[in-house]
Each structure stands twice: as C-alpha cells, then as structure tokens.
C-alpha cells in the first residue's frame, strides 16, 4: 500500500511540471533557453536552430526533443548514439512535418560536419 502511494506520488510529481508546458507554444524562458543553446553551434547551423525555435510550423514539444538532442551532441555524446533515441525521431519527425530538409541535416551529422 505504502508501495504504491508512493508510486502514485512521484508520477504526479514527474508529471506535474510537464502539465505546465504548452504542447504547442514554447513559453519565452524555454525561448530564450534555446536561442543560447543555439549560440553554440557554428555557422549554417547556429541560423537553421534560430529558424527551427523561432518556426511556428513547428511545435513546441518537437522544438524540446530536438533541443534535447542537440544538448547530447553538444556535450559530446556520438551521433551514433544520439541518433536512434526518441528526442532525436520526434525532433527529425516534427522538422520533417515543418518541410525541413531533414535529410540532409542528418547527412551533416552523420558526416560530422
């Protein structure tokens, strides 16, 4: 019984802040969050990530998983891990629903370029 209370309590608790999230619009700190995390990248893909946080083509929570993605990549993680996990297939899914030439953004990764 004890068990299970406290089961109940931590999926409320991991669930609750992700009720406060728009499914569709990025709130301005999460904004703001991502356009600094964009500044770290280089040159075409520095603009691409200023394009995708800024598309409103694209939804919020697609915008988090690629977010999430490029964190990973960002703190070294290798594509090849990177690239089969969920943030990465809904973020490819979102980009590719916006009209994105996500193809070719994952030939960049691949490449390491």
Do not use: F
């Not at 309590?9 to 991502?34: C, G, N």
């Not at 280089?42 to 690629?66: E, W």
């Amino acid at each position: 019984m004890i068990t299970a209370g406290v089961a109940v309590a931590l999926s409320i608790a991991v669930t609750a802040p992700a009720l406060a999230y728009s499914l569709r619009y990025l709130e301005p700190r999460e904004r703001e969050a991502m356009l600094s995390t964009c500044m770290h990248l280089h040159g075409k893909d520095r603009q691409l990530c200023r394009q995708v946080v800024d598309d409103s083509h694209v939804i919020a929570n697609d915008k988090r998983s690629c977010l999430e993605a490029m964190t990973l990549l960002l703190q070294g993680t290798a594509w090849a891990a990177v690239k089969s996990l969920p943030p990465t297939l809904t973020c490819r899914a979102g980009l590719g629903r916006a009209g994105y030439p996500v193809r070719s953004i994952l030939q960049r990764l691949n490449d390491g370029t």
